[in-house]
């Protein structure tokens, strides 16, 4: 599969989550476009919050590496 579950943690942000799962920070805007969260301050959730919410609004789809990896050859390739 292309992506795999991943439960936010208390004060992770994407770019938190893309550096340590991709080790690039600039993949942050996957982690929210495959997530369908458009505004993070509203949709994500908060450090206050984390522990209130329960395991389904806590779990985010992270897409696998080796995807990502195929998706960067892909764009860098369509611009030569």
């Not at 004060?11 to 495959?34: C, K, T």
């Not at 949709?43 to 609004?57: A, R």
Request: aromatic share 16%; net charge negative.
């Amino acid at each position: 599969s292309n992506y795999y579950p991943y439960f936010v943690k208390e004060g992770e942000r994407p770019d938190i989550i893309a550096h340590a799962q991709y080790g690039n920070i600039g993949y942050a805007y996957l982690i929210l476009l495959v997530n369908d969260i458009y505004d993070p301050n509203f949709d994500w959730p908060l450090s206050s919050q984390i522990f209130e919410l329960n395991d389904e609004k806590r779990e985010i789809r992270l897409i696998n590496p080796a995807f990502i990896q195929d998706i960067d050859y892909q764009v860098k390739s369509s611009l030569k």
